[in-house]
């Protein structure tokens, strides 16, 4: 039971991630569509969840083009955790995905080799009960 829970949460993800790469590639930057805030949510747009930003927006290190992305959350078992980092071009094809296994106590935090890209990037991570948080950053 528990493992089915969490491949229909990992499908839900990627229709969110989905959606959001399709809304996001007609904009020049994700950050400023008018579904920032509703759709999905962004440090500058939380929406509904702007008492969340902190644990859910998030937190991009580049260096070198190795990208670390990290989403200050808890990893509650099932009950409440991060389900996915995804990692987009400007044009939001998928440079990087890492899935998370909620029953291991390791946070959120996913590598990407980004050596053979320069530009606009996006970070995404998607938590099973406050959605879908983006974080735009440069390479
Ligand atoms: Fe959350």
């Not at 991009?60 to 980092?85: L, R």
């Not at 029953?103 to 996006?122: N, R, V």
Request: contains cysteine; proline residues 4%.
């Amino acid at each position: 039971m528990e493992r089915r829970k969490f491949f229909a949460l990992g499908l839900a993800g990627m229709v969110g991630s989905s959606l959001v790469a399709r809304v996001a590639s007609a904009a020049q930057s994700a950050l400023s569509t008018k579904l920032a805030g509703s759709v999905y949510y962004t440090r500058e747009s939380p929406g509904r969840w702007s008492a969340k930003v902190a644990g859910h927006a998030p937190v991009v290190d580049v260096k070198g083009g190795q990208v670390t992305v990290t989403t200050p959350h808890e990893m509650n078992g099932y009950e409440h955790y991060i389900v996915k980092h995804t990692v987009f071009d400007k044009d939001m094809n998928i440079l990087g995905e890492t899935m998370f296994d909620p029953t291991q106590a390791k946070g959120p935090i996913s590598s990407h080799d980004l050596k053979g890209y320069k530009g606009t990037a996006y970070a995404l991570s998607m938590c099973n009960k406050h959605d879908c948080w983006l974080t735009e950053f440069s390479v």
